[in-house]
């Protein structure tokens, strides 16, 4: 029986270690990586003061936090902010992009600012994700078990506060 204990007490232990050390250890990779995927995928800047990454304040969810986060136009709109917000939280189930059906938690949005702008031409300030490479075919073909092949995502709650 004390063997048993031991076994259970050091599996736990490792498996809580490793939720502490694995955000601490690849922070600023997911965060440089997250940083350079979201400038490339629209033409605005996005900036943000402080990134966490953590898996206690949702567990067993991956709670991603940006404090002080801010999209800022270009071109048209160099400077101008589309939006400003004090935190942005995202809290993702870990393993669901493995199934490839990504299971979003919940979005948080703290005291958001938004300022959208159309200028006398049409064109507006939010409109700024990159065009795609790939043209869209009108129809997707489905595959023989009436599925598609894509990635499903699903959000189970989105929240601004103040």
């Known amino acids: 029986m004390k063997k048993v204990l031991r076994i259970l007490l050091i599996t736990l232990g490792v498996i809580l270690l490793l939720l502490i050390l694995t955000p601490i250890l690849f922070k600023s990779r997911i965060e440089q990586t997250v940083k350079h995927t979201i400038n490339e995928q629209v033409t605005a800047t996005v900036d943000w003061s402080r990134f966490s990454l953590t898996f206690f304040r949702g567990f067993p969810d991956l709670s991603v936090n940006l404090h002080g986060l801010s999209v800022v136009g270009l071109d048209d709109f160099q400077g101008d902010t589309l939006v400003a917000l004090d935190r942005f939280e995202l809290r993702v189930n870990p393993f669901s992009a493995i199934r490839r059906d990504v299971e979003v938690k919940s979005i948080l949005l703290n005291r958001p600012l938004i300022n959208g702008i159309v200028l006398e031409d049409g064109s507006a300030n939010w409109d ?34 103040d």
């Open 128 to 161: 700024i994700a990159q065009a795609s490479d790939t043209e869209v075919e009108e129809e997707i073909p489905e595959e023989e078990d009436g599925e598609g092949g894509g990635m499903g995502l699903s959000l189970e709650r989105f929240a601004i506060l």
